[in-house]
DNA sequence: GGGCTTAGTGACTGCTCAGTTAGTACCGGA
DNA sequence: TCCGGTACTAACTGAGCAGTCACTAAGCCC
């Protein structure tokens, strides 16, 4: 809020910026987000953040962009950590559904895929998307080394866990997310 | 667009209205999408629009509603046209999958499935998806007499083919949703 | 310290849009 | 044929918002 607290090298503030657009975006989605309200987030003016940036569209494709990389790096991270100790496929994917979980829990995450989804009639912002998932599928294949149905099933259940955890609470069974990987990769 | 050319009853009329609004917020969700847009499609002046729903969110929400009482009633008919000749609950589930996708070969219901969801940051708005989510849930273990696993995992794969369906195209290997039962109903 | 670059802002514009007001056309019944 | 109700509209309002412009100020190198 305050003028010129820190200066920044533009490539930081625009980081700040996504990561204030994360939260703004999250709740109201590309045109139910006003690009006042992000600025007023990260701190900056609003006619700043149209330099950074050039359009409203432009800056939420850059932070959707940040959401597939942070679960690319999560996903990373958890596969990593247990093909040290295995290299089962199964165990692979478990470990990464439960990353997948923990970062889940955090809403604006969630909610600013749905809202990519959603977006997706727009031709430019579902090539983005398509792209992103298309990304994140082989990275977790290569992770994995999953066969093709186990992974299906896997992005099938933490797709369903998107939706389930979003609406959530009573009348919808609790669902472990834990389980993601769990529920056996061979088809019957 | 021409005045009056039917005088229809104010049941009939949000009936329509609700079909019009169902193709525009297809295109732009809640906040992505005008009144007018809606009103014009539907070929009623916009104040009527308000006339009939109150506010556009109510309007959202009986079109959302209508969504899903579609997807309910293509299972209904599914399920029952299969459980003439048999009573297998994969049979069931196969069948309520391929009606599923002739379903969501209409991107716009597909579209606002996904904007529902992501609107789903209003607490008013995800009660109801919650709502329609939980008796749809119901109304296809009924249905088929399935399992609660089988079920979740029916339910998982609809969710991946919505997203699939969606950003579609090159990169995303195009997945049959006839398969969608056929993907073995028993954990491991 | 002077001149160039880069970060950043205040004030504004033109437009869109949800919701309102005040009414007109039409119909079915007595 | 007049009457009360219901379908429906034209014209408007007030607010919010994307994007622009003209400008200030803080480093940075010589």
Redesign the pocket.
């Known amino acids: 809020m305050n003028?010129?607290a820190?200066?920044?090298?533009?490539?930081?503030?625009r980081d700040a910026v996504v990561v204030a657009a994360t939260i703004e975006f999250a709740q109201g989605g590309l045109?139910g987000?006003?690009?006042?309200?992000i600025?007023r987030r990260a701190?900056?003016?609003?006619?700043?953040l149209?330099?950074?940036f050039?359009?409203?569209?432009e800056l939420f494709i850059a932070t959707v962009r940040r959401c597939f990389e942070r679960t690319a790096l999560q996903f990373q991270a958890a596969g990593r950590a247990t093909r040290a100790r295995s290299d089962d496929p199964r165990a692979i994917l478990e470990a990464m559904g439960a990353a997948y979980g923990d970062l889940i829990a955090d809403r604006d995450l969630l909610l600013l895929q749905l809202h990519a989804y959603a977006a997706c009639a727009d031709p430019e912002i579902r090539e983005i998307v398509r792209d992103e998932y298309g990304r994140l599928y082989r990275e977790v294949a290569r992770l994995s080394g999953a066969d093709e149905a186990s992974l299906e099933q896997w992005f099938a259940y933490g797709m369903m866990c998107n939706v389930v955890t979003m609406i959530g609470g009573p009348g919808t069974q609790p669902l472990s997310l834990r389980a993601m990987a769990g529920g056996g990769a061979a088809r019957s």
Request: aromatic letters at 6%.
């Open positions: 003028a010129t820190t200066r920044l090298s533009a490539e930081e503030r045109a987000t006003s690009t006042e309200a600025a701190g900056v003016s609003q006619p700043y149209f330099q950074l050039g359009t409203k569209k």
